[in-house]
């Protein structure tokens, strides 16, 4: 992975983080104007807009295209704001610039798309524009990572990602289920990025927009970008998931930053409990592997199969049961022995391979 990063020097404060506002979709000049004064006597200072909406059916609102730039560009002039849309296409990317956008994004769907992403990096070399990059549909981080590596080659040095979470076919209480954890690698892997969070596109309900607020913001995330309507029950796309600009306002009021640069002796101290907890997990698990290919040894002679079913399905019943008693989730605890059993059948089926 090789990616090159400028600071995205985007206006924020030390009580709140940088924040990107605004309707899921410019619909008119009026609703798009009321909403960004509202969002600016609040102090915003980035707006956001979609002007061209990809949509899972045809014959639902697709935005207004081209006809809505003119009013972002109004917004601008007359707040004061950064103004950003989501660009699936370079004709797309054309238009925005010949707009003065200053910010760009691309969502779920084209970050998927390798060929899209190409086309899109083709269409910016030679752009200094800040692009962000929604994570995509499927919660796959290297094709994330893809796509930012292909913006970044075509000379974009300004990037941050947006975790607005993944589809997935069980109905559950997120409309796209955040899986924390991939986002969390992403941080581990690229930590000069700035990662943002899009908790209306997670939630899918605006009664969820501040707990994932919070969450992110528990998650040490730089940034969030949340929908605001200043009708929100009357919008055109989207309407359960967006709030509107005073709503919004109460809403990071109450957030609380926390500092993950501070390191005091109390969790100093704590961690030095984990990582003895730790080391001492790593030596229990190396006897059991050094049980394991015992196993595998017993089974080679006696022409056994490796892989008794029985018996894995047993160790997984009893450690999801002791899990949960324990107060830990039992599929957690699945999943840990699931991956330990991988590899005492790899390490047994070295021994039984053995001439």
């Given amino acids: 992975m090789d990616i090159e990063l400028k600071p995205l020097n985007l206006p924020g404060s030390d009580d709140r983080p940088f924040v990107i506002a605004g309707p899921c979709s410019a619909e008119t000049e009026e609703q798009v104007m009321t909403t960004a004064r509202q969002l600016a006597s609040h102090g915003f200072r980035m707006f956001r807009a979609g002007v061209w909406k990809p949509r899972t059916k045809p014959g639902g609102f697709e935005g207004n295209g081209e006809t809505a730039l003119p009013w972002l560009k109004r917004v601008k002039e007359e707040t004061g704001m950064l103004i950003s849309t989501e660009v699936a296409t370079p004709e797309h990317v054309e238009l925005a610039l010949k707009y003065d956008v200053d910010i760009l994004w691309i969502g779920a769907r084209t970050s998927a798309n390798p060929f899209a992403m190409q086309a899109i990096a083709d269409s910016l070399k030679?752009?200094?524009?800040?692009?962000?990059?929604?994570?995509?549909?499927?919660?796959?981080?290297?094709?994330?990572?893809?796509?930012?590596?292909?913006i970044n080659q075509a000379g974009v040095k300004r990037l941050a990602a947006i975790h607005r979470g993944f589809s997935s076919y069980?109905?559950?209480?997120?409309?796209?289920?955040?899986?924390?954890?991939?986002?969390?690698?992403?941080?581990?892997?690229?930590?000069?990025?700035?990662?943002?969070?899009?908790?209306?596109?997670?939630?899918?309900?605006r009664e969820l927009i501040a707990p994932l607020c919070q969450q992110a913001m528990d998650l040490g995330f730089d940034g969030l970008m949340v929908e605001s309507h200043c009708a929100p029950d009357a919008a055109w796309s989207d309407a359960k998931q967006q709030v509107t600009p005073d709503v919004l306002n109460y809403i990071l009021s109450l957030l609380v930053i926390r500092d993950e640069k501070v390191v005091t002796e109390g969790i100093h101290m704590l961690r030095k409990q984990i990582d003895e907890i730790d080391n001492g997990i790593m030596e229990l698990l190396a006897k059991r592997m050094s049980v394991c290919r015992e196993i595998g040894r017993y089974k080679k002679e006696h022409n056994m199969t490796v892989l008794q079913t029985v018996r894995y399905n047993e160790i997984l019943d009893k450690r999801g049961a002791q899990g949960s008693l324990a107060g830990m989730d039992s599929e957690f605890v699945k999943e840990i022995f699931e991956h330990i059993h991988e590899e005492s059948v790899r390490q047994q089926m070295e021994i039984v391979n053995q001439k």
């Fill in 170 to 205: 069980e109905k559950k209480i997120y409309r796209n289920l955040p899986m924390w954890q991939i986002p969390i690698e992403l941080r581990r892997r690229m930590p000069d990025l700035p990662v943002i969070c899009d908790p209306s596109h997670i939630g899918g309900r």
């Fill in 126 to 150: 030679g752009v200094d524009i800040p692009v962000f990059m929604k994570n995509p549909v499927n919660p796959d981080l290297e094709l994330w990572i893809g796509a930012m590596e292909r």
